[in-house]
């Protein structure tokens, strides 16, 4: 530990960092402030992609005032059945993304399908004019991104790419602790993130430990 930093701001600095560490989803997004919304200023979004990201954001994007889903997308039957019974049977569902995007009262989407559909949803709804939440990557071909963004310019849409992890509570409490020197020197990181969740398939918990220098290397393969 360095001599600038006392042990009452190493402690500080912990406290926050475990706090972060085993806060819910609300750790990868700003709190919204309360104020009173009419009906006119609501917005009006739709969920393409009920997968276990699109379920796990929606929520986030739902406690922001104002906000209200009306329409869900996917081609697995079994998700827009969980959509009703997660946001109520008046929550229209269809198998075709194109059919929300022809609704005049739908002001934006979340985008949160297999990753080789994101640009082309993307861009269809933006020709639409939708705003779009577009969950990582923002495209799985790099030579797509040039028409997402002329897409996003051509029809003055909003166009966001998640990327919870990298403005996470979490990752920044780590680089607050590191650049304080509480740490002391890095020589090895090991990481997990663990999930118990029925709506995701993949193994848990995936780790990985690396040393300074040294590719990280993954203890557990994520399919």
């Known amino acids: 530990m360095s001599n600038t930093t006392s042990r009452r701001s190493f402690i500080k600095l912990a406290a926050a960092g475990t706090i972060a560490a085993g806060a819910t989803d609300r750790v990868f997004a700003l709190e ?19 997968g276990g990201r699109g379920m796990g954001i929606t929520p986030s994007a739902l406690r922001v005032p104002g906000v209200e889903l009306v329409a869900v997308a996917d081609v697995y039957d079994g998700r827009l059945i969980r959509s009703k019974e997660v946001w109520g049977q008046q929550i229209a569902t269809t198998r075709d993304y194109r059919e929300i995007l022809s609704r005049s009262d739908i002001d934006a989407v ?4 297999p990753d080789h559909w994101h640009s082309q949803i993307s861009v269809d709804a933006m020709n639409a004019g939708k705003d779009v939440y577009c969950e990582k990557p923002m495209v799985q071909q790099i030579d797509e991104g040039n028409g997402v963004i002329e897409a996003a310019r051509k029809n003055s849409r909003i166009f966001q790419v998640g990327s919870q992890h990298v403005s996470s ?3 920044q409490k780590a680089k607050e602790l590191l650049a304080a020197g509480a740490i002391g020197k890095l020589n090895m990181i090991e990481a997990c993130w663990n999930r118990n969740s029925a709506t995701v398939s993949r193994p848990s918990p995936r780790c990985m430990t690396c040393s300074t220098g040294v590719k990280p290397m993954a203890r557990s393969k994520t399919l």
Request: net charge positive; no cysteine.
């Open 110 to 113: 979340i985008v949160a399908t």
């Open 169 to 171: 509570l979490i990752y």
């Open 32 to 50: 919204p402030q309360e104020r009173r919304i009419s009906a006119g200023d609501k917005i009006r979004i739709a969920l393409i992609g009920a």
